[in-house]
């Protein structure tokens, strides 16, 4: 069994920063692709950005100059730096992961959310 454990998430005011955290627990053959996903009040579940297993990097538009994902593949872990944070990017963040267990059987895992909330 994988789970993903998410840390980061705070109060801050327009223009702040702020570094998400997600470490793949459990059984894992292999991490692939991983992500950030995020979901606002009243609205659906977005793509923020995505992490490939060779480190090759892709950030939605309204991400662009002010986010950089990262991961480190000995912890199994990837980050969300969030520079020059927006209202607009309050939302819920999730952590996405694509992954093998050791029996070779592929799996995609979801964390639990963890809140940004970006207000003076």
Excluded at 36 to 61: C, M, N
């Amino acid at each position: 069994q994988v789970r993903l454990v998410e840390s980061g998430g705070d109060l801050v005011q327009p223009g702040g920063s702020l570094r998400l955290s997600c470490v793949a627990l459990g059984s894992i053959r292999s991490i692939n692709a991983m992500g950030w996903y995020r979901q606002a009040p009243g609205k659906e579940r977005e793509l923020v950005a995505t992490i490939a297993s060779d480190s090759t990097t892709d950030h939605v538009d309204s991400a662009k100059g002010r986010f950089t994902i990262s991961r480190d593949n000995a912890k199994n872990a990837v980050y969300l730096q969030m520079n020059n944070l927006k209202p607009e990017d309050t939302a819920v963040y999730y952590c996405n992961v694509r992954l093998f267990t050791p029996t070779l059987r592929r799996l995609e895992v979801w964390g639990q959310g963890t809140l940004v909330t970006v207000s003076s």
